[in-house]
């Protein structure tokens, strides 16, 4: 029998029945419910809307019901319409009457908001902590190579050189935010909408205070309308996900290119990495390809978000059921990627002897050289014209700028001097842009202690 079943005198179509239900992703809600069923319960008691008997029988048999799933006793039906409508359902079989009376002012619509911000709250905090850890790892790696030099690039052209360490801080600053942005949305999320009823709150005193004290929120929400209809919560917390699937897509992508035979920089774990069913010589970086792949199925599931709530009048919609299995496997999937590419990270050899090798060829030293003109009194414009006939006839030479004689170099400019050399040498360059934010060895080793401060004053997400 249907909680709602009164106003209907023909069966559901099963077909249409099956279609309707949501058990089987919902049900992993129960605790959230419970939780939300029994905060209710013992407000109903205290505020004298139903017997105080009845509320602490139906305390007693929600916390029990809520142990018999967890061990195991209590399977979910898979014949119930939602987790809502099976643990109401098996707490009437236990104590009869009294059971009834929990839904007392309160809506499966406010119900389920109230399940879905408990849920995504918890699931922050969750991806607060993975993403702590892997900051914890980003910053071992800075402070072991502060002073590795390897290329930077611009249009995957060799640029500049900097330091691995300096690189590792870039992805530290990008989940730094990460970090923060989820933070942020915590704020949004952490509202008590229950007691806004279907959506037009109800006559009981309800006292909605006590109920969001008891299950730890900070505020309540101001319009029922709105409390009943939100899921802007659920779309934001994706949303982050995403660009947190961006960073790691970012870097999975430097791993796969520095893991080839034409970078050689890192080497993969074999824990890591699969080989191929034909090719006996190929260690492949599958994790990372995975979890670059794994971005488009977040990015999907925020498009669905976004796309489901874009044309719903108020205020609650049957469309939004479809809103727990984008935000679950969403959820699911960073989490996965983040265990996994931080323990992969953890495991992989640099090899700095081939990233300084890489870094020395490229005429990664030419802006250093203008910039050593300019600091001669050479208008930069005037600078950068003669470096750039410079490296022309070093290219055509098959040779680089620091293996090239003074006579050669006085043939572009009389400026050249042999101090030159050591300003155009690859430490020099690193080294010398030492300003706070750059590659420098000193600046990186700056930058950590900053980064580790930051980290170190991070509170501890429950």
Known sequence: MKLWGGRFSEQADKQADLFHSSISFDKRLYFQDIMGSIAHAKMLGRQG??????????????????????????????????????????????????????????????????????YVMEDICFVLESLKTLLSELLNNAKTHSETIIPGY?????????????????????????????????????????????????????????????????????????????????????SCL?????????????????SSDEFRFIEISDAYATGSSIMPQKKNPDMAELIRGKTGRVYGSL???????????????????????????????????????????????????????????????????????????????????IIGKLVLFAIDKKMPLDALSLDVLKSFSEVFDDSIYDAIDLDTCVNSRDIHGGPGSAAVRTSIEIAEQWLDSLEIWR
């Open 49 to 118: 809307i139903i017997p105080h008997a009845d509320s602490e029988a139906i305390v007693t048999a929600l916390e029990e019901i809520l142990e018999d799933i967890i061990s195991g006793s209590l399977e979910i039906s898979k014949e119930a319409e939602d987790i809502h409508s099976f643990v109401e359902t098996e707490l009437i079989s236990r104590i009869g009457d009294a059971g009834r009376r929990l839904h007392t002012g309160r809506s499966r619509n406010d119900q389920v908001a109230l399940d879905m911000r408990l």
């Open 303 to 385: 498009m669905g978000l976004l796309t489901l709530m874009k044309g719903l009048p108020l205020t609650y919609n049957k469309d939004m059921q479809e809103d727990k299995e984008a935000v679950f496997d969403a959820s699911d999937t960073v989490k996965a990627c983040l265990s996994i590419f931080t323990d992969m990270l953890g495991s992989i050899v640099f090899r700095t002897d081939a990233m300084r090798l890489s870094a020395n060829g490229g005429y990664m030293n030419a802006t250093d050289a203008a910039d050593w003109l300019v600091k001669k009194g050479v208008p930069f414009r005037e600078a950068h014209e």
């Open 154 to 238: 611009t249009h995957m052209q060799k640029a500049q050189p900097v330091t691995l360490g300096h690189h590792f801080l870039a992805y530290f600053q990008m989940f730094k935010r990460d970090y923060e942005r989820l933070c942020d949305s915590y704020k949004r999320t952490d509202v008590m909408p229950l007691g806004s009823g279907a959506l037009a709150a109800t006559t009981y005193p309800l006292d909605r205070d006590f109920v969001k004290d008891a299950l730890g929120f900070s505020h309540l929400s101001d319009n029922s309308l709105d409390a009943v209809s939100d899921r802007d919560f659920c779309i934001e917390y994706v």
């Open 242 to 258: 995403s660009i947190v699937m961006m960073h790691l897509s970012r870097f999975c992508e430097e791993l796969v290119l520095w």
